[in-house]
């Protein structure tokens, strides 16, 4: 009678750990669940420029993760008209999840041309957001584009 005893004081015992064990990892996922879910990324908004225009390419057009990636905005004016000595840079951002800052800054190949390379450090959706300045005058444009393995 007396080991029965102590068997069901230690299974109650043991019960209890499960228990308690099981509550803290279900707490625990409810919290990495939540710190995963997808959050709005801030939205980025073209602003338009008529004395600015900004043409973006990749190269490749349908880049793959981790891979380098060319990026080339031509910068005119108005007339179509190059524009020197601006400063452009390319960011790169995905939409449904925090990734952090990647901006890539470009650098002059030619009269108006600007160009560097960087990565996409995952596949999916992404946004990329061209932006130059020269003098007073600032362009933004963004597009979307699909990242693959």
């Not at 951002?93 to 800052?101: E, I, L, Q, R, V």
């Amino acid at each position: 009678m007396r080991i029965n005893a102590l068997c069901t004081v230690r299974l109650r015992a043991r019960g209890g750990l499960l228990l308690a064990f099981c509550s803290v990892l279900a707490f625990c996922s409810v919290l990495i669940q939540a710190g995963c879910a997808p959050r709005p990324a801030a939205t980025v908004r073209d602003a338009p420029n008529p004395r600015l225009r900004l043409a973006l390419t990749t190269t490749p057009d349908r880049p793959t993760s981790l891979d380098p990636t060319r990026f080339t905005v031509r910068v005119t004016d108005a007339a179509g008209k190059p524009i020197q000595g601006a400063t452009v840079t390319v960011g790169l951002a995905m939409p449904t999840m925090p990734m952090g800052d990647n901006v890539v800054a470009l650098h002059e190949t030619q009269a108006g041309v600007y160009a560097g390379s960087g990565r996409f450090t995952m596949a999916g959706a992404w946004r990329v957001t061209a932006v130059a300045a020269s003098g007073q005058e600032r362009a933004t444009m963004s597009f979307s584009t699909d990242v693959r393995e």
